[in-house]
Protein backbone atom coordinates (compact mmCIF):
# COMPACT_ATOMS: atom_id res chain seq x y z
CA UNK A 1 0.00 0.00 0.00
CA UNK A 2 2.96 2.05 0.03
CA UNK A 3 2.92 3.51 -3.48
CA UNK A 4 -0.90 3.93 -3.88
CA UNK A 5 -2.08 7.15 -3.89
CA UNK A 6 -5.46 7.80 -1.57
CA UNK A 7 -8.36 9.32 -4.08
CA UNK A 8 -7.00 7.51 -7.19
CA UNK A 9 -5.81 3.75 -6.16
CA UNK A 10 -8.47 3.73 -2.65
CA UNK A 11 -10.12 5.35 -0.62
CA UNK A 12 -11.80 5.09 3.02
CA UNK A 13 -15.45 4.00 3.16
CA UNK A 14 -17.57 5.30 5.86
CA UNK A 15 -16.73 2.64 8.33
CA UNK A 16 -13.26 3.44 7.62
CA UNK A 17 -12.14 0.10 5.60
CA UNK A 18 -9.83 0.65 2.37
CA UNK A 19 -11.65 0.56 -0.37
CA UNK A 20 -9.64 -0.59 -3.91
CA UNK A 21 -10.76 1.99 -7.04
CA UNK A 22 -11.36 0.50 -10.14
CA UNK A 23 -8.50 2.07 -11.39
CA UNK A 24 -6.25 -0.07 -8.94
CA UNK A 25 -7.87 -2.77 -10.20
CA UNK A 26 -7.31 -2.29 -13.97
CA UNK A 27 -3.87 -1.90 -13.14
CA UNK A 28 -3.35 -4.92 -11.36
CA UNK A 29 -5.09 -6.23 -14.54
CA UNK A 30 -6.87 -9.08 -13.32
CA UNK A 31 -10.02 -9.75 -10.77
CA UNK A 32 -8.61 -11.37 -7.59
CA UNK A 33 -11.77 -13.84 -7.10
CA UNK A 34 -12.49 -11.22 -3.72
CA UNK A 35 -15.70 -9.64 -5.34
CA UNK A 36 -14.57 -6.61 -4.93
CA UNK A 37 -16.90 -3.67 -4.92
CA UNK A 38 -15.09 -1.62 -7.69
CA UNK A 39 -14.15 -4.57 -10.34
CA UNK A 40 -14.13 -3.51 -13.31
CA UNK A 41 -13.90 -7.67 -14.69
CA UNK A 42 -17.46 -8.27 -13.82
CA UNK A 43 -16.31 -10.50 -11.16
CA UNK A 44 -15.06 -13.31 -13.79
CA UNK A 45 -12.94 -14.90 -10.64
CA UNK A 46 -15.43 -14.99 -8.04
CA UNK A 47 -16.97 -18.71 -7.47
CA UNK A 48 -20.40 -19.45 -7.83
CA UNK A 49 -23.05 -18.25 -6.13
CA UNK A 50 -21.09 -15.54 -4.85
CA UNK A 51 -20.50 -14.27 -7.95
CA UNK A 52 -24.30 -14.11 -8.85
CA UNK A 53 -24.65 -12.36 -5.38
CA UNK A 54 -22.29 -9.92 -6.19
CA UNK A 55 -23.42 -8.82 -9.73
CA UNK A 56 -26.95 -8.56 -8.28
CA UNK A 57 -26.04 -6.09 -5.70
CA UNK A 58 -24.51 -4.13 -8.11
CA UNK A 59 -26.91 -3.80 -10.76
CA UNK A 60 -29.50 -2.97 -7.38
CA UNK A 61 -26.86 -0.22 -6.69
CA UNK A 62 -26.69 1.48 -10.19
CA UNK A 63 -30.43 1.10 -10.46
CA UNK A 64 -30.77 2.99 -7.00
CA UNK A 65 -28.10 5.57 -7.94
CA UNK A 66 -29.96 5.98 -11.67
CA UNK A 67 -33.44 6.39 -9.89
CA UNK A 68 -32.29 8.72 -7.31
CA UNK A 69 -30.39 10.56 -9.90
CA UNK A 70 -33.36 11.01 -12.22
CA UNK A 71 -35.59 11.95 -9.06
CA UNK A 72 -33.70 14.44 -7.40
Known amino acids: MNNLKEGLDFYYDEHDNIVLTAKYH ?41 STSQNG
Open 26 to 66: LDKGYCCGHGCRHCPYDYESVPEPRRTLVLKERKDALKKTT
